[in-house]
């Protein structure tokens, strides 16, 4: 009883130091996660890694996280004296602990890079071999420390910091994965001995120390050092009086130069918060490097403050947010001004701009050489900027080895999320009368970096939005907009993501050489589809589906690219839109592909042939043939069904089950319309998808903004070899 009853304690005890500690090894936990568990995290360290300067930020961010770990956890370390008394060792050693475990995080990231069949065995290794690094290395530079002079010390910090130079510079010049998993363990080790040593280094001693009676005392509280004396000093602490002030000046050249450090740091970090430009040239590794340290300094300064005044600070800010969102909404969609006042209640319904479409092509319809007039209809999958430069390119492809045919055919370009961006990038080349190919020009916009400016919005400013006045800050989504708006180099697709909507609007003299557009949206609050198009979406077309543009004000308008960002809110990287009382996310969460829009429509427009067809059977229309071309990005690889914990069972069956029906729902939407092809066909199938993946493959391209290069390479190659393209253009030419 007596054992079990200390390994009870013993539990307590590491309890406490976890819960101490916790949001640094929460950062630690997170950071292993996304970048060894996920697509997304690994190719954002390749990005991260595509230039020297690039690498030089990607190190900077690094040191910053560990230097923000290991020295703000010291900070709690120190006001913690009652968890002191019962393990004096635990805090001693954690802040160094969760410093070293940056570099180990880091290093196993950079690992998974590297093709191997072992992955899980070798990031085993990496860790025991860190963690016999640190049983090692720890006792050995405490022995120096004790054994050496302050002078030598000195010397070897100094010749450790030129070292430090030196591998730091050799990195960033080679700047290949194989030389940051190599070089990072030395700097590893260079870490744990300048903070093992750096107290000797700076003390004074005891001899040197002036009697605390003295009057010179009165002289040495000036204000920073009663800053350092109320950082690291705990009011209800048991130490000797002589011995804490001793701390307290060795403590302050170590203060100052924290502080010089993390200043650097955070001009890199508002730069990017407030340069669109510099958060591409930086991408979004080390903003996200940076960014776990100053969002953990900032949790551990709150945490100070609390434990000095015995007040929860976070609660108290957590209820201050919740406050200021009662009377400010940081998340209004941008407007502009509306040139022409009601302008989107005259755009024509789905009949009359089809008839009209079709009396443009009437030569073409009745060509008695032609058996078939197809009329092409795009579902675009949303997945960020994977599905936008997937869909573009594929578009583009068709575009081209068509001879244009293709957009002559193409009646409609509806999609979710990044689906839509790629829809709109090629719409915007269908007007261009330049001589770059469409595939180029998509290619080149859609390699773009929309990522690290909506990024650094949302690891930072975005917590606090509610409570910075005077809109000051815009949040995530706009930057997202801004980010599609603004490309190194103009082109007519940044172009178009800049114009209103409105300038896509349809008039009855209007020419009808382009296609349709439908973004799909989700209303937040009750899950109805929503959509952002140039027609009318009428009621007993489009039933209930809400017509966003009819909810802005008589006299708003939005730019293309807000429209676009607006069907790619998906929490919680971009907060769903507010438009009046309504609040619009992803159209993902409804319909991922825009299917359900467009057999709204063939239904509508069906009926409309059968019944010409009926009046007159020689009717032109009876050689229309819909096609729907779907290009996905999903793989088609069948999920393991589990068994689920008992727990899970209880407290999150109706969570996993929505998560679940968001994907099924998209399915039985796709499901749906190729049946009604097959219907109106007489079982002939004219429902084609292009999908990235091929079948049985796992997914291995990244959802994000942002892609890195050897992605787009390996995304390239899939184009050019797609078999399904080939057939599309056969079908087209013939």
């Not at 990195?171 to 940051?180: E, F, G, I, K, Q």
């Not at 957590?318 to 009662?326: E, K, P």
């Not at 140039?534 to 006299?555: A, P």
């Amino acid at each position: 009883m007596s054992a079990l009853k200390k390994g009870l304690q013993q539990l307590a005890i590491l309890l406490q130091l976890l819960w101490a500690f916790l949001p640094a090894i929460l950062f630690i936990l997170f950071a292993y996660a996304f970048f060894t568990g996920f697509v997304q995290g690994k190719d954002i360290i390749l990005t991260g890694l595509k230039s020297r300067q690039t690498g030089l930020f990607f190190v900077v961010g690094l040191l910053f996280w560990v230097l923000i770990t290991w020295y703000t956890s010291r900070l709690i370390a120190y006001n913690h004296d009652s968890l002191f008394q019962v393990a004096p060792k635990g805090l001693y050693h954690a802040p160094r602990i969760l410093g070293y475990a940056c570099f180990t995080v880091t290093i196993i990231a950079l690992a998974v890079l590297l093709p191997s069949e072992g992955n899980n065995l070798k990031q085993w290794m990496i860790v025991s071999i860190s963690a016999i690094g640190y049983a090692v290395l720890h006792p050995l530079f405490e022995k120096i420390k004790n054994s050496s002079k302050r002078r030598s010390l000195t010397q070897y910090r100094n010749g450790l910091g030129l070292l430090f130079v030196i591998i730091i510079g050799t990195m960033v010049l080679l700047n290949t994965v194989l030389a940051y998993i190599c070089l990072l363990p030395v700097l590893q080790a260079g870490y744990l001995f300048l903070v093992i040593t750096r107290k000797k280094i700076s003390e004074n001693s005891l001899k040197q120390y002036p009697d605390p009676a003295h009057k010179h005392l009165i002289n040495i509280r000036l204000a920073y050092h009663q800053l350092v004396v109320w950082i690291f000093t705990d009011k209800e602490g048991k130490r000797e009086h002589l011995k804490k002030e001793l701390m307290i000046l060795t403590e302050k050249n170590i203060f100052l130069w924290f502080n010089i450090f993390s200043f650097t740091a955070l001009l890199i970090y508002f730069s990017a918060v407030f340069s669109i430009s510099f958060s591409r040239y930086i991408t979004a590794l080390p903003i996200i490097l940076l960014s776990f340290g100053i969002l953990l300094g900032a949790g551990n300064i709150i945490t100070l403050f609390s434990l000095k005044q015995k007040i929860n600070f976070h609660f108290l800010i957590l209820v201050a947010i919740a406050i200021a969102g009662f009377f400010y909404e940081p998340h209004y969609v941008n407007m502009m001004p509306l040139k022409e006042i009601n302008q989107y209640h005259a755009r024509p319904g789905l009949r009359g701009h089809f008839n009209r479409w079709i009396q443009e092509r009437k030569n073409q319809l009745e060509d008695s050489t032609k058996m078939n007039f197809p009329v092409y209809f795009v579902l675009a999958d949303g997945g960020a900027s994977r599905s936008a430069y997937w869909t573009a390119s594929v578009l583009g492809k068709i575009q081209e080895e068509s001879s244009g045919n293709f957009s002559k055919q193409l009646f409609c370009l509806s999609g979710a999320s990044g689906g839509s961006l790629g829809n709109l990038s090629f719409y915007a080349t269908l007007s261009n009368k330049s001589s770059k190919s469409t595939t180029k020009s998509v290619q080149d916009y859609l390699s773009n970096d929309f990522l690290s400016f909506p990024l650094v919005r949302l690891l930072g400013p975005d917590i606090i939005l509610p409570l910075v006045p005077f809109h000051l800050l815009h949040d995530r989504a706009t930057a997202l907009e801004k980010s599609f708006q603004s490309t190194k180099k103009e082109n007519e697709i940044t172009r178009l993501m800049n114009r209103p909507f409105s300038a896509l609007q349809l008039h009855h003299d209007s020419s009808y050489a382009l296609p349709l557009i439908f973004i799909n949206c989700t209303r937040m609050q009750d899950g109805v589809p929503a959509v952002v198009s140039n027609i009318n979406i009428e009621k007993n077309v489009f039933g209930k589906r809400i017509d966003v543009l009819k909810s802005l004000d008589s006299s708003q308008d939005l730019s293309v690219a807000t429209a676009v960002a607006l069907g790619a809110r998906f929490p919680y990287f971009s907060p769903a839109g507010r438009i009046g009382n309504q609040y619009f996310v992803d159209g993902g969460y409804f319909d991922n592909s825009g299917a359900g829009v467009v057999h709204e429509m063939l239904l509508d427009l069906q009926s409309m042939i059968m019944d010409s067809i009926k009046n007159n059977p020689e009717h032109p229309y009876k050689k229309i043939r819909f096609n729907v071309l779907h290009i996905t990005n999903e793989t088609e690889t069948e999920k393991k069904i589990s068994t689920t914990h008992p727990l899970v069972n209880d407290l999150a069956a109706p969570v996993k089950t929505i998560l679940g029906s968001y994907a099924r729902q998209t399915d039985i939407n796709n499901l749906r319309l190729y049946k009604y092809l097959l219907e109106i066909n007489k079982g002939d199938t004219t429902y084609r998808s292009i999908n990235l993946y091929k079948k049985g493959e796992e997914e291995d391209y990244p959802m994000n903004w942002s892609i890195s290069d050897q992605s787009l390479g390996r995304m390239n190659k899939r184009l050019a070899a797609h078999e399904g393209i080939q057939i599309i253009v056969q079908s087209i030419h013939r």
